[in-house]
């Protein structure tokens, strides 16, 4: 599986981006997809989830009602509507895939930087 994710860029607190990540290759209803972030210093977190054939969701406490992850089947491609931004979602943002019910993310896309200023 081949992940390319876009959509990241410098935005001022209070605005929105939306990053996409395509994938190609191996892809499965049997995938998870999710967006993770890293901040300089700080540990990589997950940010959302989404179950590619169901479509369940999960969301980190930070992001619950400013951020929405979804998908589009037809295209292969995920998405994480971010809106409200705020300084501290400043970081590089990776997508990732994995199987259902396995505990880690084998394919990783290139990071993409969200800056957002104060």
């Known amino acids: 599986v081949l992940l390319q994710a876009s959509g990241g860029g410098l935005v001022q607190a209070g605005g929105s981006l939306r990053l996409s990540c395509a994938a190609s290759?191996?892809?499965?209803?049997?995938?998870?997809m999710g967006w993770f972030r890293q901040a300089p210093g700080k540990d990589r977190e997950l940010v959302a989830r989404?179950?590619?054939?169901?479509?369940?969701?999960y969301y980190t406490e930070s992001v619950k009602g400013r951020f929405t992850i979804s998908k589009d089947n037809a295209k292969n491609t995920m998405y994480l509507q971010m809106n409200s931004l705020k300084p501290e979602d400043t970081a590089v943002y990776y997508c990732?895939?994995?199987?259902?019910?396995?505990?880690?993310?084998?394919?990783w896309g290139q990071g993409t930087q969200v800056t957002v200023s104060s």
């Open positions: 990732a895939s994995k199987m259902v019910g396995a505990r880690t993310y084998d394919y």
């Open positions: 290759g191996r892809t499965s209803a049997s995938n998870v």
């Open positions: 989404i179950n590619w054939s169901g479509g369940s969701t």
